[in-house]
């Protein structure tokens, strides 16, 4: 079975950039696994951001972005806000509609 | 509008059967493309997906929990059930049910509105 691999946690300065990626055991992660992101803030259901490698939602903060990097999937938080702070999940489709979401990665604002 | 609600047991017992309704409006899993997931979090771990119906009746389930899931759904009605079998303390977390995303006329593996959840506890 895939497993989907994230950064556990990551520090950023308000203002500054951060790059958190979503990494597939399988191999490099590609247009094909229609990697999406969630925002998750404690005692909320998740937040969808990004679908589909690099789309937004109507509702997601143009400062939030998706790419491939390094064979990898990636989601870019600039100009970092203090209301950014929160655990990020990536999802990747494994095929035959199969879904897989990472581990996590718990973003701190400092 | 999209909404999504879950309800079912709070407090399971090992061994049992937990079934879990998903009560949705704003759209119709009668309508071609459209899709309802559930996904679990157990308390301050990560999310994982569990199951997946399509409006066309296809079913697509987690290999891991495969042989303990059953979904199914009632489109009269607008609902989505999903039953899990032998339920263990592992178990215990908070479930989710989610709208499979399209728009545009495509439709892509994610799930743009979710459920506030509901906390399932397995214990004796």
Request: with cysteine.
């Amino acid at each position: 079975q895939t497993v989907v691999t994230q950064e556990s946690s990551l520090t950023v300065s308000p203002g500054g950039t951060v790059t958190l990626t979503c990494a597939s055991s399988t191999g490099a992660v590609t247009s094909a696994f229609y990697p999406a992101w969630f925002q998750q803030k404690p005692g909320q259901p998740p937040r969808p951001l990004i679908y589909s490698t690099d789309n937004k939602h109507s509702w997601t903060p143009a400062r939030f972005s998706g790419s491939l990097l390094g064979g990898k999937a990636a989601l870019t938080l600039s100009d970092v806000q203090p209301e950014d702070e929160a655990e990020y999940y990536c999802l990747l489709y494994c095929g035959g509609a199969q879904l897989m979401f990472g581990g996590g990665t718990k973003v701190t604002v400092l | 509008q999209i909404t999504l609600k879950e309800s079912g047991p709070t407090l399971v017992k090992p061994t049992q059967t937990l079934t879990l309704t998903c009560t949705f409006s704003g759209f119709s899993l009668s309508n071609s493309g459209a899709g309802v997931g559930w996904i679990r979090q157990p308390p301050g771990k990560a999310l994982e997906w569990l199951a997946l119906i399509h409006w066309n009746d296809d079913k697509r389930y987690s290999p891991s929990l495969r042989s303990r899931l059953t979904i199914t759904k009632d489109t009269s009605k607008n609902q989505v059930v999903l039953t899990m079998a032998n339920i263990d303390p592992v178990d215990t977390a908070t479930y989710y049910c989610a709208h499979k995303h399209c728009s545009g006329g495509s439709c892509y593996y994610d799930f743009d509105y979710w459920g506030q959840g509901t906390l399932v506890i397995v214990s004796s």
